[in-house]
Nanobody
Framework: QVQLVESGGGSVQSGGSLRLSCAAS????????MGWFRQAPGKEREGVAA???????SYADSVKGRFTISQDNAKNTLYLQMNSLKPEDTAMYYC?????????????????????WGQGTQVTVSS
């Protein structure tokens, strides 16, 4: 069973940066689709960024050009570099692993494709 543990959240001012990390135990040779999702109070969970086992990435329109997803298979860790943060980025951020070892790019941000979730890390951006 893959266990996912996020870290790196915090409070920053608008325009600041944070890097989220997701430690994934039993991460097997990088052949997993992994993603970052977020949920703000009163809103549905939304896909932020994801990467499939071929290294293809997908980003929500709202974060393109500001967020970068990456993974270090040797360290069993997934990252989300977040730059130029905005107050609307405030949310609980979750790391997730997909059911399938492979997802096409157009499905990468669909939460229903993921069955393993971390506990979340809070990101708060003040104006």
């Amino acid at each position: 069973q893959v266990q996912l543990v996020e870290s790196g959240g915090g409070s920053v001012q608008s325009g600041g940066s944070l890097r989220l990390s997701c430690a994934a135990s039993k991460y097997t040779d990088g052949r997993h689709c992994m993603g970052w999702f977020r949920q703000a109070p009163g809103k549905e969970r939304e896909g932020v960024a994801a990467i499939n086992s071929d290294g293809y990435t997908s980003y929500a329109d709202s974060v393109k050009g500001r967020f970068t997803i990456s993974q270090d298979n040797a360290k069993n860790t997934l990252y989300l570099q977040m730059n130029s943060l905005k107050p609307e980025d405030t949310a609980m951020y979750y790391c997730a692993a997909a059911r399938s070892p492979y997802l096409p790019v157009w499905l990468l941000l669909h939460a229903d494709e993921y069955n393993r979730w971390g506990q979340g890390t809070q990101v708060t951006v003040s104006s």
